[in-house]
């Protein structure tokens, strides 16, 4: 056989095999399981902790639950079906949307009235969303199921916590939760390395695979283990929630008079470290919804109890 | 030892000197502080830089770290802008000698100490040494102004070409004494709040507050002291250039007085955000206005002169457009000081003017953070056109010639362009491009960004590495610059600039 033949052969051969890995990668990636369940809530005792950058002595006065994760995929599938079905919301072409009752206007300089009526939940044909309407019910995308939801608006994410008598957590029970006692800057501690969390500069397995947006990681990736030969550190908070630095931005319940801004904490998996920092903070309009935005919930004990 | 004194006397007792060593040390703070933050924190770049330095940072202390940073350059720009003025400006020489020897001492104390405080473990006596070296800096601004007094006979001007007052009052002048006022007012905004430190104020950066509704006094006089400053420091450098062109003519005699008005209103606009927040940005534009049309006069009068001077050369009375155009094209580095004053409207001022026009339509709508990249993007690229302005004005006072002049002058324009225009695309990619498409608008705006800047370092380390080596020959460049200290430029009234301390003392 001819000698270029051969050298081209071989080429094409190792050409092959590196896509294939790729792709074998891929697919194993998105069949991680993290071991971390989405379903499980924490308790945060009322009390002390401090507040913001400055770290100002706050107390809250009651006990609460927050989730251990952020909402998944399939969380957010599941619960379209039932709102859908009980009419909690309603689709308007490819378009989920639910009744909020408004906000109070002062006119304020910059301010956006935000009247009563239908607002939109979700947009499933945006590009990067994970959840498909198919047949008459909702999906998550396969592989994504244990992925945080994005691409969900405030209205979209105070809906699936009002559907099940929750609520979104205000901020300083978001902050609580994310820093324990002390006075920490990120959930696990002061230190950062790029294996704590899912941001712009973590070059984690998904984002090497799916590229730097497409590469939300599965809630409670960042949990100590290896995957393949990439090795995460646990970025559990004290109280033992995962992912309340990086990933997907989290919606809080604030609805502060003057501004129609909704809040969001946490940073996300495009920013970069200092907004990961427990007190960094982003802000939209109630009906934004992006690839890096998502959230999960708290509840009071007496639902907590309910809900056992 | 001769020798050494001599050089000492060159880096820190002529102007030509002075100036080299505070953009010497702006130069060196900017690349070990500047491995700490954007794509070196991911090429890993900032763990070796904190590991070798031995730097104490924790993540609570970032923005403290970035103001104390901010303010320990300011420092040196404004050091470096007081030296052409003492130079360019006629007044006495021990007036030139005090405010030199006091401005030095204060910025590099704040240089030094600041940094240490800030980066290196938390001293208080270095954070008092920061606020004395501040207030060294302070105090020559108010010497500067009282050399200034534009209303002094012995400083009227005698070339009826210069701007003046029926009386004969320096026109030029009032407008470096009006940027001096200022600035020194401008100063104590951010003093004073800084004075509430640890209580009643907080650390914050502006940026990090645009979307607060209610913002306290404190706050108001913070986002002020950033806006004038900044915009003071621009006014001060358009002045110095003007001078460093001989302006002069029917467009000094239109172009000062509005420099002079636009200052006071867009100063006095600034002050009033504390009091009147909803009113002042009427009088911030039209101050802005006034400004803007007055550098653009002297940019046309500059250009008009460089072709004249260049046809001069080529024995040309008149010439076509494309003979014109390559005139102007001739020397990158007078072309580009006033080039890159243009460009500034297409990265700085015109998006201002956009962003503030479609604030509520487009900029609000989007989330915080990309609202934040743009305006971050549009003032660090402010600051980055000041500095290519100064880096050319020096180049030429350092006699650069030549090839390398143009290679210099044309690298430093076309790669800090570059990097300006690709970063105004970057910060403005959502006007045309959705988040899940962004990601090679991303790359290769970054790309260009790093590129356009990486070569403008490049070459200003090679710039000066060659005056540092030139500080080791005994009869190198500086020795002639310390024969002949003083700014080759024309200045309106001459009468006062052969001075010196030891005959008025006699």
Redesign the interface.
């Given at each position: 056989m001819n000698k270029k033949i051969k050298i081209y052969i071989v080429m094409i051969s190792f050409i092959l095999s590196i896509s294939n890995s790729i792709l074998l990668n891929a697919q194993q990636y998105l069949q991680i399981d993290t071991g971390v369940n989405p379903n499980t809530w924490v308790l945060i005792p009322a009390g002390k902790f401090y507040k913001g950058?400055?770290?100002h002595e706050t107390i809250i006065q009651y006990d609460y639950e927050i989730m251990v994760t952020d909402v998944t995929n399939e969380q957010y599938a599941k619960y379209l079906n039932a709102a859908l079905a009980s009419g909690f919301i309603k689709m308007v072409g490819d378009t989920v949307k639910g009744y909020y009752p408004g906000d109070k206007f002062n006119g304020?300089?910059?301010?956006?009235e935000i009247k009563a009526g239908y607002w939109t939940h979700m947009v499933l044909s945006?590009?990067?969303i994970r959840i498909k309407y198919a047949g008459g019910s909702f999906l998550a995308q396969k592989g994504f199921e244990s992925h945080p939801v994005i691409m969900v608006s405030w209205f979209g994410a105070k809906s699936y916590a009002d559907f099940y008598g929750w609520r979104l957590p205000n901020e300083l029970e978001w902050e609580k939760a994310a820093r324990g006692n002390d006075?920490r800057?990120?959930p696990w501690g002061?230190d950062?390395g790029n294996s704590h969390a899912n941001y712009?500069?973590s070059y984690d397995v998904f984002e090497k695979t799916f590229?730097?947006?497409g590469g939300t990681t599965p809630v409670g990736f960042y949990n100590g283990k290896t995957y393949g030969d990439f090795k995460t550190n646990n970025n559990k908070s004290p109280y033992g929630l995962y992912d309340m630095a990086g990933n997907v931005w989290q919606w809080v319940g604030n609805v502060?008079?003057?501004?129609h801004?909704r809040y969001?904490r946490g940073g996300s998996l495009?920013?970069?470290?200092?907004?990961l920092?427990i007190w960094a903070?982003?802000?939209?309009?109630p009906d934004?919804y992006?690839?890096?935005v998502g959230f999960r919930c708290a509840r009071d004990i007496s639902e907590a109890i309910k809900g056992k | 030892m001769t020798a050494f004194l001599n050089k000492y006397d060159f880096l820190f007792r002529s102007t030509k000197g002075l100036v080299l060593v505070a953009i010497s040390m702006i130069a060196i703070v900017t690349a070990i502080f500047g491995t700490l933050s954007g794509p070196m924190?991911?090429w890993g770049i900032r763990d070796i830089t904190i590991k070798l330095m031995g730097m104490e940072i924790?993540?609570?202390q970032?923005?403290g770290r970035i103001i104390m940073l901010y303010h320990t350059i300011a420092m040196a720009v404004v050091a470096i802008e007081v030296y052409f003025i003492t130079s360019i400006v006629p007044m006495r020489k021990h007036q030139q000698q005090s405010i030199n020897a006091t401005i030095t001492v204060g910025y590099l104390t704040a240089m030094i100490f600041g940094l240490w405080f800030a980066y290196f473990g938390h001293n208080f006596v270095f954070h008092g040494l920061f606020l004395l070296g501040q207030s060294l800096v302070f105090f020559a601004g108010i010497l500067l102004a009282s050399a200034l007094n534009p209303w002094k006979k012995e400083y009227h001007v005698m070339d009826n070409d210069y701007s003046h007052t029926k009386k004969g009052v320096d026109l030029e002048r009032v407008a470096f004494f009006t940027m001096t006022v200022a600035m020194l007012g401008s100063a104590i905004f951010g003093a004073v709040t800084g004075s509430y430190w640890g209580n009643g104020h907080?650390?914050f950066l502006g940026e990090d507050i645009i979307?607060t509704?209610?913002k306290t006094p404190l706050q108001l006089a913070i986002i002020g002291h950033l806006h004038i400053m900044l915009t003071l420091v621009a006014v001060a450098l358009a002045l110095v250039i003007g001078r460093w062109f001989d302006f002069k003519g029917i467009l000094h005699k239109i172009a000062m007085p509005l420099m002079i008005f636009g200052t006071i209103v867009i100063t006095l606009g600034v002050w009033s955000v504390v009091p009147f927040e909803?009113t002042a940005h009427t009088f911030i534009y039209v101050g802005s206005v006034f400004i803007m049309t007055s550098a653009l006069l002297m940019v046309i009068y500059g250009w008009r002169k460089i072709i004249h001077d260049r046809l001069a050369e080529l024995g040309l009375e008149k010439a076509g457009f494309i003979k014109s155009i390559k005139a102007l094209l001739h020397d990158p580095i007078k072309f580009g000081t006033l080039w890159q004053m243009v460009f500034m409207n297409f990265t700085v001022s015109g998006v201002g003017i956009f962003l503030a026009v479609k604030?509520?339509k487009i900029f609000?709508?989007?989330?915080?953070?990309e609202e934040r990249i743009t305006l971050t993007g549009h003032w660090h690229i402010l600051s980055a056109i000041i500095a290519t302005i100064i880096l050319m004005f020096y180049a030429d006072i350092s006699g650069m010639k030549g090839k390398t002049r143009k290679w210099f002058g044309w690298i430093l324009i076309i790669c800090s362009d570059l990097a300006f225009g690709s970063m105004t695309v970057f910060s403005m990619k959502r006007l045309f491009v959705?988040?899940?498409?962004?990601?090679s608008v991303?790359n290769w705006t970054m790309i260009l960004t790093d590129f356009g800047l990486a070569a403008v370092l490049i070459i200003l380390a090679l710039f000066l590495s060659w005056r540092l080596f030139d500080l080791f020959k005994s009869e190198g460049l500086w020795k002639k610059e310390l024969s002949n200290p003083e700014l080759d430029i024309k200045t309106t009234s001459p009468v006062l600039s052969s001075y010196n301390l030891e005959e008025e003392i006699k």
């Amino acid at each position: 056989m001819n000698k270029k033949i051969k050298i081209y052969i071989v080429m094409i051969s190792f050409i092959l095999s590196i896509s294939n890995s790729i792709l074998l990668n891929a697919q194993q990636y998105l069949q991680i399981d993290t071991g971390v369940n989405p379903n499980t809530w924490v308790l945060i005792p009322a009390g002390k902790f401090y507040k913001g950058q400055h770290n100002h002595e706050t107390i809250i006065q009651y006990d609460y639950e927050i989730m251990v994760t952020d909402v998944t995929n399939e969380q957010y599938a599941k619960y379209l079906n039932a709102a859908l079905a009980s009419g909690f919301i309603k689709m308007v072409g490819d378009t989920v949307k639910g009744y909020y009752p408004g906000d109070k206007f002062n006119g304020f300089k910059h301010e956006f009235e935000i009247k009563a009526g239908y607002w939109t939940h979700m947009v499933l044909s945006e590009k990067g969303i994970r959840i498909k309407y198919a047949g008459g019910s909702f999906l998550a995308q396969k592989g994504f199921e244990s992925h945080p939801v994005i691409m969900v608006s405030w209205f979209g994410a105070k809906s699936y916590a009002d559907f099940y008598g929750w609520r979104l957590p205000n901020e300083l029970e978001w902050e609580k939760a994310a820093r324990g006692n002390d006075t920490r800057a990120y959930p696990w501690g002061d230190d950062f390395g790029n294996s704590h969390a899912n941001y712009y500069s973590s070059y984690d397995v998904f984002e090497k695979t799916f590229g730097k947006l497409g590469g939300t990681t599965p809630v409670g990736f960042y949990n100590g283990k290896t995957y393949g030969d990439f090795k995460t550190n646990n970025n559990k908070s004290p109280y033992g929630l995962y992912d309340m630095a990086g990933n997907v931005w989290q919606w809080v319940g604030n609805v502060k008079p003057d501004v129609h801004y909704r809040y969001m904490r946490g940073g996300s998996l495009a920013t970069y470290e200092q907004h990961l920092r427990i007190w960094a903070e982003n802000n939209a309009g109630p009906d934004y919804y992006g690839l890096d935005v998502g959230f999960r919930c708290a509840r009071d004990i007496s639902e907590a109890i309910k809900g056992k | 030892m001769t020798a050494f004194l001599n050089k000492y006397d060159f880096l820190f007792r002529s102007t030509k000197g002075l100036v080299l060593v505070a953009i010497s040390m702006i130069a060196i703070v900017t690349a070990i502080f500047g491995t700490l933050s954007g794509p070196m924190v991911e090429w890993g770049i900032r763990d070796i830089t904190i590991k070798l330095m031995g730097m104490e940072i924790h993540p609570a202390q970032r923005e403290g770290r970035i103001i104390m940073l901010y303010h320990t350059i300011a420092m040196a720009v404004v050091a470096i802008e007081v030296y052409f003025i003492t130079s360019i400006v006629p007044m006495r020489k021990h007036q030139q000698q005090s405010i030199n020897a006091t401005i030095t001492v204060g910025y590099l104390t704040a240089m030094i100490f600041g940094l240490w405080f800030a980066y290196f473990g938390h001293n208080f006596v270095f954070h008092g040494l920061f606020l004395l070296g501040q207030s060294l800096v302070f105090f020559a601004g108010i010497l500067l102004a009282s050399a200034l007094n534009p209303w002094k006979k012995e400083y009227h001007v005698m070339d009826n070409d210069y701007s003046h007052t029926k009386k004969g009052v320096d026109l030029e002048r009032v407008a470096f004494f009006t940027m001096t006022v200022a600035m020194l007012g401008s100063a104590i905004f951010g003093a004073v709040t800084g004075s509430y430190w640890g209580n009643g104020h907080e650390t914050f950066l502006g940026e990090d507050i645009i979307r607060t509704p209610h913002k306290t006094p404190l706050q108001l006089a913070i986002i002020g002291h950033l806006h004038i400053m900044l915009t003071l420091v621009a006014v001060a450098l358009a002045l110095v250039i003007g001078r460093w062109f001989d302006f002069k003519g029917i467009l000094h005699k239109i172009a000062m007085p509005l420099m002079i008005f636009g200052t006071i209103v867009i100063t006095l606009g600034v002050w009033s955000v504390v009091p009147f927040e909803p009113t002042a940005h009427t009088f911030i534009y039209v101050g802005s206005v006034f400004i803007m049309t007055s550098a653009l006069l002297m940019v046309i009068y500059g250009w008009r002169k460089i072709i004249h001077d260049r046809l001069a050369e080529l024995g040309l009375e008149k010439a076509g457009f494309i003979k014109s155009i390559k005139a102007l094209l001739h020397d990158p580095i007078k072309f580009g000081t006033l080039w890159q004053m243009v460009f500034m409207n297409f990265t700085v001022s015109g998006v201002g003017i956009f962003l503030a026009v479609k604030l509520d339509k487009i900029f609000r709508i989007w989330p915080f953070l990309e609202e934040r990249i743009t305006l971050t993007g549009h003032w660090h690229i402010l600051s980055a056109i000041i500095a290519t302005i100064i880096l050319m004005f020096y180049a030429d006072i350092s006699g650069m010639k030549g090839k390398t002049r143009k290679w210099f002058g044309w690298i430093l324009i076309i790669c800090s362009d570059l990097a300006f225009g690709s970063m105004t695309v970057f910060s403005m990619k959502r006007l045309f491009v959705d988040q899940y498409s962004q990601q090679s608008v991303v790359n290769w705006t970054m790309i260009l960004t790093d590129f356009g800047l990486a070569a403008v370092l490049i070459i200003l380390a090679l710039f000066l590495s060659w005056r540092l080596f030139d500080l080791f020959k005994s009869e190198g460049l500086w020795k002639k610059e310390l024969s002949n200290p003083e700014l080759d430029i024309k200045t309106t009234s001459p009468v006062l600039s052969s001075y010196n301390l030891e005959e008025e003392i006699k």
